[in-house]
Nanobody, 124 residues
């Protein structure tokens, strides 16, 4: 069973940047698409960004397009989420997830494995 471990969250001010990382324990990491999702207090978990197995396809939620960038380093079994121009409404627990189909997807139920989440708090 692959494990995903997120890191990089924290407390920042509006306009700042953060980079989240998600390390996978499986060496076949390059076979899988990866996604980032987030859940704010009192809200349902929502899609943020996803990347295909080789990194050639990336998709974003409209709320983060142009500010967030998803990338991956298959040699390090790691996916990243670079978050720039952060806003208070970006405050949430951020989760990475793995999709064995290998195609970038916005659909949560297509993801098989989830990390434990990392808290991002953006103050105004």
């Amino acid at each position: 069973q692959v494990q995903l471990v997120e890191s990089g969250g924290g407390l920042v001010q509006a306009g700042d940047s953060l980079r989240l990382s998600c390390a996978a324990s499986r060496r076949t990491f390059s076979n899988y698409a990866m996604g980032w999702f987030r859940q704010a207090p009192g809200k349902e978990r929502e899609f943020v960004a996803a990347i295909s197995r080789a990194g050639g396809t990336t998709i974003y939620a409209d709320a983060v397009k142009g500010r967030f960038t998803i990338s991956r380093d298959n040699a390090k079994n790691t996916v990243y989420l670079q978050m720039n121009s952060l806003k208070p409404e970006d405050t949430a627990v951020y989760y990475c997830a793995l999709d064995q189909d290998g195609l970038a997807s916005r659909v949560q139920y297509q993801y098989d494995t989830w990390g434990q989440g990392t808290q991002v708090t953006v103050s105004s």
